[in-house]
């Protein structure tokens, strides 16, 4: 594999050059205290953060950013954290679909415009999964997605709540007059009891499986509980990860391919997936130049089992037992044969040799 020079940088464009606007960046980047052997020759990762203190399932990306930038700097390049759009199903007004494609478009121009040579992409709520995978696959450097991972199973009096599904159970429930207001306020104080999307296979967990089975996430991140110290580790190595894709040139045309949206959209189905995989994935695949269609992701469905017993399609488990039981490497090796393993990942291998021992 070839790699590059520091002078074939896409940063060494703002900061290589012996011009005034060159001297200019320079003079700026040093305003904050680094030194020139800090960022010149060295790759420059944008780490693009939805975070905001209203968006829930976000919360803990104020600290996982440190452990994006560890890995960073352990690699040899240099992380900068830049906050990128916050959309959140939480607490937004009417929809949080209005905003995806605001959160596609400010990403694309972020990387465009400033000196990074890579990008990892902090999402996990629903639309900021296709919204930052979007806008960076037309920015065209090299990305890795960090998926905010699964919040814990909700628990009130000893009851398994999900999200979602038992919101609506439990009102129906108050409506008709079989628990107390006592209970109701139980039930709402347990069903959302740590950072992280929600832990049924709704929208956001369907989002960052399609992310993982396209290759954009280190191998099986999406199942990872938001809170498992094994979440700090994974984002400490998208981090050094990133690093080395911008030396190896590791594109995002390289990896998104046709089959790698054709993976996604049979993974996807295999987990019971969340209906809004059908707008977002088609989205998504088409921003990469492939025509995925409501027919194929129709035809794919008829032919794929559904394996994954993960509410709300499944009857019993929450996301916190599918990691336990495997999490998504397990999902895929259950399934290989219908998936194109050749398919290369951020990892640098195939999406088969990441599959080796799930
Ligand atoms: Fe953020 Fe459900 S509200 S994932």
């Given at each position: 594999?070839?790699?590059?020079?520091?002078?074939?940088?896409?940063?060494?464009?703002?900061?290589?050059k012996d011009d005034l606007r060159s001297f200019g960046h320079r003079s700026r980047m040093m305003q904050m205290g680094y030194s020139e052997e800090e960022f010149v020759g060295r790759p420059m990762i944008g780490i693009l953060n939805t975070w905001s203190e209203l968006n829930t399932c976000h919360s803990h990306f104020r600290e996982r950013v440190q452990d994006v930038k560890r890995g960073v700097l352990m690699a040899g390049g240099i992380g900068v954290e830049m906050p990128a759009?916050?959309?959140d199903e939480s607490n937004t007004k009417p929809t949080s679909m209005l905003y995806r494609n605001l959160l596609a478009m400010e990403t694309e121009e972020m990387i465009r415009s400033h000196p990074l040579d890579g990008v990892v992409l902090m999402g996990g709520c629903d639309k900021t999964t296709p919204g930052l995978v979007m806008g960076a696959i037309s920015a065209g450097v090299p990305l890795i997605y960090l998926p905010a991972g699964?919040?814990?199973?909700?628990?009130?009096?000893?009851?398994?709540?999900?999200?979602?599904?038992?919101?609506?159970?439990?009102?129906?429930?108050r409506r008709a007059g079989k628990i107390s207001d006592a209970e109701w306020q139980g039930v709402q104080g347990g069903i959302a009891r740590s950072a992280g999307t929600c832990m049924t296979m709704g929208t956001a967990s369907t989002m960052?499986?399609?992310?993982?089975?396209m290759g954009i996430t280190l191998p099986g991140a999406s199942s990872i509980p938001a809170v498992d110290s094994g979440h700090q580790r994974m984002s400490a190595d998208c981090g050094r990860r990133i690093v080395d894709m911008v030396w190896e040139d590791v594109t995002p045309d390289k990896i998104i391919t046709a089959s790698a949206c054709r993976n996604a959209a049979v993974v996807a189905m295999a987990t019971g997936c969340s209906t809004n995989a059908v707008v977002h994935l088609i989205a998504m695949a088409r921003r990469a130049g492939h025509d995925l269609t409501l027919d194929d992701l129709d035809a794919l469905g008829r032919v794929t089992p559904l394996i994954a017993n993960v509410r709300p399609a499944g009857?019993?488990?929450?996301?916190?037992?599918?990691?336990?039981?495997?999490?998504?490497r397990a999902l895929m090796k259950q399934i290989e044969d219908r998936l194109d393993t050749s398919c290369l990942t951020v990892t640098g291998r195939t999406l088969g040799e990441n599959l080796e021992g799930a």
């Open positions: 594999m070839t790699r590059k020079t520091p002078a074939e940088l896409r940063s060494a464009r703002w900061f290589s759009l916050s959309v699964p919040m814990l199973r909700g628990n009130y009096a000893g009851r398994i709540l999900g999200s979602g599904s038992d919101a609506w159970k439990y009102w129906d429930e960052t499986a399609i992310a993982d089975a009857k019993d488990y929450l996301m916190e037992d599918f990691y336990y039981a495997g999490g998504l």
